[in-house]
């Protein structure tokens, strides 16, 4: 069964640190692996996409990175800020005939303190 | 990226009622749409996928009868919970996979369902 697992479940730090979220999964088949941001009662803001050919993705403080091997990818949030609280998503499209829907872990809620 | 809107945002209702919610592709015409649903503290798990023109796949315990989806354009895929109750209250969200080289998934804003 195909899985994805976050880790930690939440995370407090204070304004300024860098951070770094885990998610795993079980199956290195992969297609691409997306990472979102998720408001409370909210939708989901994709943040960033990395494909399967590729090894990292950057878009100003975040950096995330996949390493299919060994079935892992973090995102790095540097100099966190109180507007970065969230809960963020790890999604992989697993390589299937089904479709392309995603698997979800169950996130990571960070809380940014000033 | 794709603009996906849903409507309502949020619905409450007693139970043994229907609800419809709506999803619309505004800038992307989507031949397939997924619909998921998260509860509270948990992960977003995929319900089923809309075709359009056909019927939709639905995942293993997913019951098709009540929970009832029309692709009706490409720009519109509903999802209607017939006889909803308590237990159906959830937050339900619709994704359009974009085609292309990304295969990037963009979602709405979701759909929170109340049902009394």
């Known amino acids: 069964k195909q899985e994805v697992t976050q880790i930690p479940a939440a995370l407090s730090v204070p304004e300024g640190e860098n951070l770094v979220l885990n998610c795993s999964f079980t199956?290195?088949?992969?297609?691409?692996l997306q990472w979102f941001r998720q408001d409370p009662g909210k939708g989901l803001t994709s943040l960033l996409l990395i494909q399967s050919s590729q090894r990292e993705q950057t878009s100003g403080r975040l950096n995330a990175s996949l390493d299919k091997s060994s079935g892992r990818s973090t995102l790095y949030i540097a100099a966190s800020q109180p507007g970065d609280s969230a809960t963020y998503l790890c999604?992989?499209?697993?390589?299937?005939?089904?479709?392309?829907?995603?698997?979800f872990g169950k996130g990571t809620t960070l809380s940014v303190s000033s | 990226g794709a603009v996906v809107s849903q409507h309502p945002s949020r619905v409450i209702c007693k139970s043994g009622t229907s609800v419809k919610i709506e999803c619309r592709s505004l800038d992307f015409q989507a031949t397939t749409m997924f619909w998921y649903r998260q509860f509270p503290k948990q992960s977003l798990m995929l319900m089923a996928t809309s075709n359009e023109g056909s019927k939709a796949t639905y995942e293993q315990g997913v019951e098709k009868d009540k929970f009832l989806i029309n692709h009706a354009s490409l720009t519109l895929s509903t999802l209607t919970v017939t006889s909803a109750h308590p237990e159906d209250s959830s937050f339900y969200i619709c994704?359009?996979?974009?085609?292309?080289?990304?295969?990037?998934?963009?979602f709405g804003p979701g759909t929170r369902l109340t049902v009394l």
């Open positions: 199956d290195s088949a992969i297609y691409n």
């Open positions: 999604a992989v499209r697993f390589i299937n005939q089904a479709g392309t829907a995603l698997i």
């Open positions: 994704s359009v996979p974009t085609s292309g080289g990304t295969n990037e998934q963009f």
